[in-house]
Nanobody, 116 residues
Framework: QAQFTESGGGLVQPGGSLRLACSAP????????MGWYRQGPGRTRELIAH???????VYRDFVKDRFTISRDNAKNMLYLQMTNLTPGDTGMYYC??????????WGQGTQVTVAS
């Protein structure tokens, strides 16, 4: 099972921006549909955006037009550019293959806190 490492989180004021990065293993990354997931305080982990192996991006409505998912297959990297952040975006952010559930492997994630 492929394993990933998230980075780029931090504390940001409302309206600010962050760019998350996900380092992916070299084997087969380009063939994987990948997603960014978020677990907010007291909430279950949920998929917020994903990108297919053909670079088609899909977003949940609550991040659409604010977040941009991208990938660089040459560098085995996945990114999430987040803009116009709100306190509701606070949470632990994870990257993983699309369709992963609680029974699957998950990395440590990267914490995003939006507060003034």
């Amino acid at each position: 099972q492929a394993q990933f490492t998230e980075s780029g989180g931090g504390l940001v004021q409302p309206g600010g921006s962050l760019r998350l990065a996900c380092s992916a293993p070299g084997y087969g990354f380009s063939n994987l549909a990948m997603g960014w997931y978020r677990q907010g305080p007291g909430r279950t982990r949920e998929l917020i955006a994903h990108i297919t192996s053909r670079f088609q991006a899909v977003y949940r409505d609550f991040v659409k037009d604010r977040f941009t998912i991208s990938r660089d297959n040459a560098k085995n990297m996945l990114y999430l550019q987040m803009t116009n952040l709100t306190p509701g975006d606070t949470g632990m952010y994870y990257c993983n293959q699309l369709g992963r559930g609680d029974g699957d492997w998950w990395g440590q994630g990267t914490q995003v806190t939006v507060a003034s």
